[in-house]
């Protein structure tokens, strides 16, 4: 599978000391990332931008990935909710999108774990808004 960028993504969780939610980065270093621009009409000029985004399991090292129902702020996962950015980003840590206003930042809205077929066809598939 081909790759064009590293991706950055915030994991959310919740500080077990301050019992505040925090969102965690983690760069993925080979993704394939397809991003598109719109607008939706029918609300105004709502933002109505997408992104699909291709994780090749055989091309990124997946020792720290954990099932999203397992996360707890230690290594890292893709789950809905979480945010997405294209490149790798200086922010560590944020407590909310607002932090992340300089660059164009997705929500996960949809991950599937491709499980099939030979070991260098397996990937993650996310979609975003």
Known sequence: ???????????????????????????????????????????GYDKADKVNVYIPKD???????????QYNGNGWTLNNGDFIIKGEIAENEVSGIKELSAYEVFTITMVDDKDFGSSNMHHFEIRGN
């Open 1 to 43: 599978m081909m790759t064009n960028t590293k991706m950055s993504v915030f994991n959310k969780y919740t500080d077990t000391f301050t019992k505040s939610v925090v969102f965690k980065k983690h760069i993925i270093d080979n993704v394939f990332w397809d991003d598109s621009n719109g607008v939706n009409l029918d609300h």
């Open 59 to 69: 091309k990124n090292d997946l020792s720290e990935y954990v099932n999203a129902k």
